[in-house]
């Protein structure tokens, strides 16, 4: 795995960060710090009280929902009750339930990769962790889904980018590994599988 330079990263930094300097890359990533604000904060975030959402505002949205969702209302289908449901119980804001691309959450659920997270004995998701990485330096980062097939995980980060598979792959292929280690040293078992799901396209990308 590459190694940042030298004296390069804070104390305490994210997954994200540490991809950055590893790329030396100035894309917008998808931050693991904003999966934990948006844990910590309210039941409703505060941006969801505007009346339109931004797309990287909806990107947060749908990770938001796909870590709360009812996954028996998912594997029936009844996705719009289970949204309802959420908004009920003041977990999404009206903003937020109209913001939801249903087909988003119907292209994961229905898919070979949603069918197998669904029959699943052991299913976590939104995982946050710490993680030891170089020069010292603790790393956090959110795990959006792992599940575990026979002893072993399956890996899942959602991706709401408006990019190719190809691109997409590029971009967070070593954010993704260092997923995969931290899974792998916070449980003790093997992730036999690592994946990408874009969100837009419906298409689960194989991470090597």
């Not at 890359?25 to 941006?47: G, H, L, N, T, Y």
């Not at 990485?133 to 072993?152: A, H, K, N, S, W």
């Not at 899974?183 to 298409?203: C, D, P």
Request: with cysteine; charged share 30%; glycine share 6%.
């Amino acid at each position: 795995m590459q190694r940042p330079p030298e004296s390069s990263l804070p104390l305490k930094t994210s997954v994200s960060a540490v991809v950055k300097q590893m790329r030396q890359a100035e894309d917008d990533w998808e931050s693991p710090a904003d999966k934990r604000i948006m844990q910590e904060e309210s039941p409703v975030p505060s941006f969801l009280a505007q009346s339109q959402l931004t797309p990287a505002q909806r990107g947060t949205v749908t990770h938001r929902i796909l870590g709360l969702v009812e996954l028996e209302s998912m594997a029936r289908g009844d996705y719009r009750k289970a949204l309802d449901d959420l908004q009920q119980q003041n977990l999404l804001s009206h903003p937020e339930r109209q913001a939801v691309r249903i087909p988003w959450l119907k292209g994961f659920f229905e898919s070979e990769l949603g069918r197998r997270m669904l029959s699943s004995p052991e299913i976590h998701r939104e995982w946050a962790f710490n993680l030891s990485g170089p020069e010292d330096t603790l790393i956090q980062g959110v795990l959006d889904l792992c599940f575990r097939e026979g002893e072993e995980w399956v890996l899942v980060d959602y991706k709401t980018d408006q990019a190719e598979d190809g691109e997409i792959l590029e971009r967070y292929r070593l954010q993704m590994q260092w997923y995969k280690r931290a899974l792998e040293n916070i449980t003790g078992r093997k992730v036999k599988e690592t994946y990408l799901f874009a969100l837009r396209s419906g298409h689960a990308i194989f991470v090597e």
